[in-house]
């Protein structure tokens, strides 16, 4: 292997995570400067760099460039990154020998780049890198975030597990709990490829935690105009899955630090929209009247008397589907109206029966512990207990089952 100058490496910075504004224009300026965060991807680094630089030499001959952050890798990646040097002289490579993680060897390498456009994509040949050139051409039309989304139109992941599947959605949801102001403003929070002006960023303290930066740009950044681009999520064709379950918590903890700090990052105590809280309640009532009915001619005496439990079931369900058509076609008819199609209006009862779901169950133990331990009448039992989870099922469904991102509707393979 080929022995390359250690002056050729970048220098790692250091001190506080903030990226600095541009200087004044150089004689070459750099448009755009795309980060690689690595570790342990020695068989996968080559192909990428090659890859990248096939793509972008049409698009921006000598106006971009590749900057590998890799974490002082065991398989020596940045060793392999320096041999590639001079094939490939927008290629910049620096070694972390002080600091680990994700989030942070972004921020090191935007601080350390030189372009217009800072952007971010795994090493490991995950994220396609034919999407990058569509992220570029939202940026140059106008956006200040361009985000590659797995849940916009062409958009998805190959062959996740359901157990992943499902974790990657719980994360989301928990995020848009916490931050709903931040995010609730993108499809895909959990983005890990995307493209963000140097401008909106520059000059403001960043504190990510684990390895999910978006979030951070999104609740400090200057962010007004959004795109997003599908993509696929493709499996590894080299080397092991970095996803822990420590991650999961490095983002949980992520999420609470940013909800409880000052500035755009800590100020998402919004008003609940008082007119659709209304019309919710309205329909509610509509599905208290179909609950109650049901419930009764399920569950006494004289009708059919099957057992309160699963009369309960049966009769909450009923009222789901009739509140979730009403809310549809009334509460939420702006957003509706918006996410047209058949497909789509499944999503949305499938996430409106899900949050409802979760009601239910808190309804069922609050029916049976008044019904059963404080002997209440179980029609005013069901009451109450319909009462306590409705401010729960607005609030998430809201959030979660319609909701509009800050995408801009132009963007190319949908949003």
Known sequence: MSTIPPSLLLSAPSGVLQVSPLEAPSPLPIRFSLIIPTYNERQNIEAMVAHLSQLLDPVLPGEYELIIVDDDSPDRTWEVAQTLL????????????????????????????????????????????????????????????????????????????????????????????????????????????????????????????????????????????????????????????????????????????????????????????????LRFGLVGLSGVVVDMVVLYLLHDASTLGLGLTRSKILAAEVAIINNFFWNDAWTFADVAQQQRGGVARFRRFLKFNAVCLVGLVLNVLLLNLLFNQLQLHYLLANLIAIAVVTLWNFWVNLKLSWRVTAVKSSTHNGS
């Open 86 to 277: 001079v094939a490939f002289p927008q290629l910049r490579v620096m070694r972390r020998q002080q600091e680990r993680g994700l989030s942070t060897a972004v921020v090191r390498g935007w601080q350390a780049a030189q372009g217009e456009i800072l952007g971010v994509m795994d090493g490991d040949l995950q994220h396609p890198p034919e999407v990058l050139l569509q992220l570029l051409a939202a940026m140059e039309r106008g956006a200040d975030l361009a985000i590659a989304s797995r849940h916009v139109k062409r958009g998805g992941v190959s062959r996740w597990s359901l157990l992943r599947r499902l974790l990657s959605r719980g994360a989301q949801v928990v995020g848009l709990l916490l931050l709903p102001g931040v995010v609730g403003r993108v499809s895909d929070p959990m983005s890990g490829y995307f493209l963000v002006s140097r401008a909106a960023i520059a000059e403001r303290e960043l504190q990510p935690t684990g390895y999910k930066i978006l979030i951070e740009v999104l609740g400090r950044g200057q962010i007004q105009e959004i795109a997003e681009v599908g993509y696929v999520f493709l499996e590894r064709r080299e080397g092991e899955s970095k996803v822990t379950g420590r991650q999961y918590l490095d983002y949980l903890h992520h999420l609470l630090r940013l909800r409880l700090t000052h500035g755009r990052g800590g100020r998402f105590r919004e008003l609940i929209p008082l007119k659709q809280f």
